[in-house]
């Protein structure tokens, strides 16, 4: 089932409803600006958006597949622990854009 996400050192686990389990992205760390400056992942920034990894969603999530890039606010999540590893889990609501190779090349707006 697709909306699982298994480990071998652990149970698998289902995500209930509008949830959605996310890895988040190692690049979204320290990064540098066009001017070369290194900005540890520790400075804040007002309202920066980032991308994560859907590691599995919930019966109820319409838009968004295992395995697609997801953009979504960090004060939009909860941090969570999975067999080791540190995920995070969202509402659908509170994803702002969804990339992967099976969306059409659309604008999504309708004239």
């Given at each position: 089932m697709p909306s699982d996400v298994t480990r071998s050192s652990g149970l698998p686990i289902k995500m209930l409803h509008d949830r959605i389990l996310v890895a988040l992205r190692r690049e979204?760390?320290?990064?540098?600006?066009?001017?070369?400056?290194?900005?540890?992942?520790?400075?804040?920034?007002?309202?920066?958006?980032?991308?994560?990894?859907?590691?599995?969603?919930?019966?109820?999530?319409?838009?968004?597949?295992?395995?697609?890039?997801?953009?979504?606010?960090?004060?939009?999540?909860?941090?969570?622990?999975v067999h080791g590893e540190e995920l995070v889990i969202l509402r659908e609501r509170d994803v702002h854009a969804v990339a992967a190779e099976r969306i059409e090349e659309s604008t999504g707006l309708y004239l």
């Open positions: 979204d760390g320290e990064r540098r600006s066009t001017g070369g400056i290194l900005i540890p992942a520790t400075a804040q920034v007002a309202k920066r958006l980032v991308w994560g990894e859907a590691r599995g969603v919930g019966s109820s999530v319409r838009q968004v597949k295992v395995g697609d890039q997801v953009l979504f606010s960090p004060e939009d999540q909860h941090e969570v622990e």
